[in-house]
């Protein structure tokens, strides 16, 4: 086990399009984050997850986002019909305690 | 509502001064606070908890409830002291949401 994956490191996709984003969590991580990161700024917590179940998820997450992890494993962040405002770093962590382990991120480039 | 606030963006210090990164936060509850560090090309990675107490490369940081502050210190920066620094707020436990500051970015002057 590596740590934290996700997959894939880089898209670029047009205005309007959907994009898929995924993340392995180290395999015995019981909870999951999402962030995102845009430059200048730190994570912005978007949703967690604890095992398969979602917790907690941003109130500043439009109805556009959506993330899934059916089988307390990897997760999925969806966003459908991508705006240029959804350009940023894309962010996964996992953690059994209260250290984060973090993945190397997914960079959404939106044209 | 969760907030931290580090007010600096960018903190240069010579090598062998001292550092101190400042953050400030805003939580209703017993709060759990992190520091964070990303090297460049890496991930981003906890560097210390307040409830450890620990010097973890020589960095320090005390929980100041009176003046809801975290500070990051260090007695003497060194070179690979230069990196990105977020403060992170937990709620008790740190099991729920974890929300960072904007971060201050550490440049250690040789």
């Known amino acids: 086990d590596t740590g934290v994956s996700q997959d894939p490191r880089h898209k670029i996709t047009k205005r309007g399009q959907n994009v898929t984003f995924r993340c392995d969590p180290i395999?015995?991580?019981?909870?999951l984050y999402w962030y995102r990161q845009t430059l200048g700024q730190g994570p912005e917590f978007l949703t967690y997850?604890?095992?398969?179940?979602?917790?907690?998820k941003s109130r500043l997450l439009s109805d556009r986002f959506s993330a899934e992890r059916p089988k307390g494993s990897f997760s999925t962040l969806e966003i459908q019909r991508t705006e240029q405002g959804d350009s940023a770093m894309y962010l996964c962590?996992?953690?059994?305690?209260?250290?984060?382990?973090f993945g190397p991120g997914t960079r959404l480039t939106v044209t | 509502a969760q907030r931290v606030t580090q007010p600096e963006k960018l903190l240069s210090v010579f090598k062998g001064a001292p550092v101190e990164l400042k953050c400030n936060y805003s939580?209703?509850?017993?709060?759990?606070l992190f520091w964070y560090v990303q090297y460049s090309r890496q991930r981003l990675q906890l560097l210390l908890r307040?409830?450890s107490r620990e010097s973890i490369k020589g960095f320090t940081a005390d929980l100041n409830k009176g003046e809801t502050s975290f500070h990051l210190k260090k007695p003497f920066a060194q070179e690979e002291d230069s990196a990105m620094y977020y403060c992170?707020?937990?709620?008790?436990?740190?099991?729920?949401?974890?929300?960072f500051g904007t971060g201050t970015k550490l440049q250690v002057i040789p």
């Open positions: 395999s015995e991580h019981n909870r």
């Open positions: 992170a707020l937990g709620g008790s436990g740190g099991y729920q949401k974890v929300t």
């Open positions: 307040h409830i």
């Open positions: 997850f604890q095992n398969e179940a979602q917790l907690e």
């Open positions: 962590a996992s953690t059994l305690g209260y250290e984060q382990y």
């Open positions: 939580y209703s509850g017993s709060p759990e």
